[in-house]
């Protein structure tokens, strides 16, 4: 009988998903993936099973994927110094094709292998190589000045017919946030922003960011202060009182200017969590921060 129960439990926990896999069957949901997500072999089966399993239910997952970590050792390895201002990679020639060659030619392939091989189909799109991500040079301020940072880029526009074009056909998209600059030139642009401004340009149902934070907390060390559900109003009020800083002003500014132009919840989650995106999405309660308009 207990082994019985086990299995109505099991069945119980999906009676409770289906009304969620309704709403969500067939709107576009933007996933940015990377950081301290991708560490461990477990942690990155977990993240793409789960957006394997989106799929298969309906949804059409949008992965934008970042590769920081990656990139910083293979400069390492070639003895390319890292500096960064205002937390964004200063990036020179030799540094953008290490950019290029991590994001797309490891990080990005990898994703689409391990999700073609657990029964999903991806597609890995470079941002700069299918046009539809256009940027304009990033212009860095500093106490001295403006500075000279290199090949980063700032999203001037994204173009999202091709995007949509494979969503339409069950595919999921893997974009590395590569952009395509003044002449042609390939440009360094931040993942969180480009997840950001990738669901504005789709009007997505949802953007999550995947963290290694609970979400917003009042108090950075007290986990029981989380904040569930803000509203932009707040959000903005937190940022202006310091509340909200460091690594988290871009995950949170790309939050912001998402539901402003039309998309309708956006989450910041822990992804070390397992399966913390199928908690978010398909339960009651739900964990993370969820902000709206």
């Known amino acids: 009988m207990n082994d019985l129960q086990q299995y109505i439990d099991k069945a119980a926990i999906l009676i409770e998903a289906l009304p969620y896999i309704q709403a969500f069957r067939g709107k576009v949901l933007v996933i940015k993936y990377g950081g301290s997500t991708m560490t461990t072999e477990d942690d990155v089966d977990t993240v793409l099973r789960d957006i394997v399993f989106m799929a298969s239910v309906g949804m059409r997952p949008v992965v934008v994927h970042g590769g920081g970590v990656a990139i910083s050792q293979r400069l390492e390895q070639r003895g390319i110094a890292t500096r960064k201002v205002n937390g964004l990679r200063v990036t020179d020639a030799a540094t953008m094709?290490?950019?290029?060659?991590?994001?797309?030619g490891e990080v990005n392939?990898?994703?689409?292998?391990?999700?073609?091989?657990?029964g999903g189909q991806a597609v890995g799109v470079s941002a700069k190589e299918s046009g539809i991500m256009h940027v304009t040079r990033h212009q860095a301020e500093s106490r001295e000045g403006?500075?000279?940072?290199?090949?980063?880029?700032?999203?001037?526009?994204?173009?999202?017919?091709?995007?949509l074009s494979l969503t339409g056909q069950e595919v999921i998209p893997v974009i590395a946030p590569i952009g395509c600059g003044p002449e042609g030139h390939s440009y360094n642009v931040n993942a969180d922003t480009a997840a950001g401004e990738i669901a504005a340009a789709l009007h997505a149902e949802k953007l999550v960011?995947?963290?290694?934070?609970?979400?917003?907390m009042?108090?950075?060390d007290n986990p029981d202060t989380l904040l569930s559900t803000v509203r932009v109003p707040e959000?903005?009020?937190?940022?202006?009182?310091?509340t909200i800083d460091g690594g988290m002003i871009p995950k949170v500014g790309a939050c912001l200017k998402s539901v402003k132009a039309g998309v309708r919840k956006t989450h910041i989650i822990d992804g070390r969590i397992p399966h913390s995106m199928l908690l978010e999405f398909f339960t009651n309660e739900g964990i993370g921060t969820e902000i709206v308009q």
């Open 146 to 163: 403006s500075v000279d940072i290199g090949f980063v880029g700032d999203v001037e526009r994204v173009d999202a017919a091709p995007i």
């Open 218 to 220: 009042v108090d950075a």
């Open 109 to 118: 392939a990898a994703i689409v292998q391990a999700i073609n091989g657990m």
């Open 209 to 216: 960011f995947l963290t290694d934070v609970k979400g917003i």
């Open 97 to 104: 094709q290490v950019v290029e060659d991590v994001l797309f």
């Open 235 to 242: 959000v903005e009020a937190l940022i202006a009182d310091g």
